[in-house]
Nanobody, 124 residues
Framework: QVQLVESGGGLVQAGGSLRLSCAAS????????MGWFRQAPGKEREFVAT????????YYADSVKGRFTTSRDNYKNTVYLQMNSLKPEDTADYYC?????????????????WGQGTQVTVSS
């Protein structure tokens, strides 16, 4: 079992930055790939970014590539999403998720555990 708790969301102006954190419980965190997804009101959940078990491989949605960076600290059981140059269209609830496969994955079905989400609002 892995429990995930996101933090770091909030209100920011367009062009600003936020860093989301996702703290995981359990001794096997380092075995999991981690992903970030987001869901805007009235829209389906969409993939944002993923990092493999070691942190050595990452993959991003085209919409955030070059602006967002995901990383992890396996000693702290935490994964991060650094979001720069934020746009109003980045407004959504952001979720972290854990995949037992260990490899980067962009499909929600690859993830077994999900956090409760943290809200990000970008004003224009």
């Amino acid at each position: 079992q892995v429990q995930l708790v996101e933090s770091g969301g909030g209100l920011v102006q367009a062009g600003g930055s936020l860093r989301l954190s996702c703290a995981a419980s359990g001794r096997t965190f380092r075995n999991y790939a981690m992903g970030w997804f987001r869901q805007a009101p009235g829209k389906e959940r969409e993939f944002v970014a993923t990092v493999n078990w070691s942190g050595g491989s990452t993959y991003y949605a085209d919409s955030v590539k070059g602006r967002f960076t995901t990383s992890r600290d396996n000693y702290k059981n935490t994964v991060y999403l650094q979001m720069n140059s934020l746009k109003p269209e980045d407004t959504a609830d952001y979720y972290c998720a854990a995949s037992a496969g260990g490899m980067t994955a962009s499909y929600p079905r690859s993830y077994s555990y999900w956090g409760q989400g943290t809200q990000v609002t970008v004003s224009s």
